[in-house]
């Protein structure tokens, strides 16, 4: 069974503030982790995925998440938040690359102030 | 690369009539495609898994005849909502997945609004 935890469901920054969007996940097996992100009425896109490579995993649009398996975190950072990082963001967990079963999280609402 | 598609991306009928969605791989061959339910504001929902040539694999809960699945060719497989009403409108979301290489992932499509009047 596999399951991820994301803590807060909408979560405001300023723009140029760091962004830390929180996700927990529970497998048996050693997990592969994903975050994506959704625009309005828009399918997901990968933002990075960790495969059990590097522990610290560099995405697109200057993402970056660090695995934690200690902690059992899957935590996703931005140093300097743009407007156009305003959307959703689901992180997910699969027990293979991801061409199988993935199970999402919730979903973190990012907002940007100006 | 990696291109998946979905047509309609809205569409909008009358209860009691069936809705067609078509999930597309324009660049890779999809192996195996998965078709997502999005409520609003709530997280995606896998309903079933499909491979080429196979029947489906619905997940629990899901009413393998109210929404059918066919994946015919390894670029196309369709998700039919068969007598839809208004519980069924939401966001409907195929990802494909090639068999191997960089394509050894799930993309995703860009969605397939749906509304039941």
């Known amino acids: 069974a596999q399951s991820v935890t994301q803590l807060g469901s909408h979560v405001s920054v300023s723009e140029g503030a760091l962004v830390l969007l929180r996700c927990n996940y529970s497998?048996?097996?050693?997990?592969?982790l994903f975050w994506y992100v959704q625009y309005p009425n828009q399918g997901l896109q990968l933002l990075l995925k960790?495969?059990?490579?590097?522990?610290l995993v560099k995405g697109i649009n200057g993402f970056e998440a660090e695995f934690k398996k200690s902690e059992t975190s899957f935590h996703l950072t931005k140093p300097s938040a743009h407007m156009s990082d305003a959307a959703e963001y689901f992180c997910?967990?699969?027990?293979?690359?991801?061409?199988?079963?993935?199970?999402f999280g919730i979903g973190t609402k990012l907002q940007v102030i100006p | 690369g990696a291109v998946v598609s979905q047509h309609p991306s809205w569409v909008i009928c009358k209860s009691g009539t069936s809705v067609k969605i078509e999930c597309r791989s324009l660049?890779?061959?999809?192996?195996?495609m998965f078709w997502y339910r999005q409520f609003p504001k709530q997280s995606l929902m896998l309903m079933a898994t499909?491979?080429?040539?196979?029947?489906?694999?619905?997940e629990q809960g899901v009413e393998k005849d109210k929404f059918l699945i066919n994946h015919a060719s390894l670029t196309l497989s369709t998700l039919t909502v068969t007598s839809a009403h208004p519980e069924d409108s939401s966001f409907y979301i195929c990802?494909?997945?090639?068999?191997?290489?960089?394509?050894?992932?799930?993309?995703f499509g860009p969605g397939t609004r749906l509304t039941v009047l």
């Open positions: 990802s494909a997945s090639g068999s191997g290489g960089s394509y050894n992932e799930q993309f």
């Open positions: 497998s048996s097996v050693p997990p592969y």
């Open positions: 960790y495969t059990s490579a590097a522990t």
């Open positions: 997910a967990v699969s027990n293979s690359g991801g061409y199988q079963k993935v199970t």
């Open positions: 660049d890779f061959q999809a192996t195996t």
């Open positions: 499909s491979n080429e040539g196979s029947k489906a694999t619905y």
